[in-house]
């Protein structure tokens, strides 16, 4: 009878510790959605996307490679401090309109979302699950806005060209942006290093052509294989990524049998 009081004594303990461990997580990550909830208005992410409805959008996402192995997801704005960040999708699933891929070898993953309406129109984060009591999960936040006339757009999210070539992408910007600042930045580590811009001495390899109206054009002359990765195609504090791909030419050697019958090797370029 003692021993079985014993064990009853220490299986409620155990249970009251687990309930206290569960909410000492919940009262940490509810006073974290109050911090972070003040900041979740248009205006105080460093990412502000101006999108267009019915559209669609690829979204990079960095994070340390230290966090190879744990889980991603995108979340959506607080709604209270109960509820303070909506997971849509984690990485590698599909749910409704998005699409989130995991890229290890890049440290990064993506995030695609189709079919834009209004009602999308809000705060989002990146995010890595940290495990633990006292962990909070690494964030990254940025802020979506869906018009039926976007702020900024490009004519191509994605664009591919050789090593030693050029590539152009073709920003478009509505009127009350014709007059902002135009930059070309490459995002990476969470950071956009900005790498042209159309008020100061541009680098040599990327030159920015602002037409004064409603568009520019950024060209990168001289790809090299580093080039590849994410660019934003920036006016004022509005941003569009695109994907970049620098593709390095293939020499292969060929025979060439002459008229004469005699056979020459010939490197050739694929």
Known sequence: ???DKMKIRRKETSQLFDMRTFSLKQVILIFWGVITGAECRKGSAE????????????????YDSKYTEHKKY???????????????????ETKGNVSVIDHPDQSLFTVTMSDLQSKDTGAYWCAVEIEGIFKVDETEELYMT?????????????VTGQEGGNISV?????????????????????????????DT?????VQISDDGRESFSVVMTGLTESDSGWYWCSVGDRQVPVQ??????????AVVTTEAGFKIEMLVDY
């Open 1 to 3: 009878m003692f021993l």
């Open 47 to 62: 990412r502000q996307l101006s999108l267009q409805t019915g559209g669609s959008v690829t979204i990079p996402c960095h």
């Open 74 to 92: 995108w979340c959506y704005e607080a709604r209270s401090i109960y509820s303070f960040c909506s997971t849509l999708a984690y990485a590698n």
């Open 146 to 158: 869906i018009q039926s006339v976007p702020d900024l757009s490009v004519v191509s999210s994605s």
């Open 170 to 198: 073709q920003c478009l910007c509505s009127s009350g942006y014709k007059s902002k600042d135009k930059q070309w930045c490459r995002y990476k580590d969470k950071r956009c290093s900005v790498v042209g811009k159309t």
């Open 201 to 205: 001495s541009q680098n040599p390899s």
């Open 244 to 253: 970049l791909t620098a593709t390095v030419t293939e020499t292969k050697p």
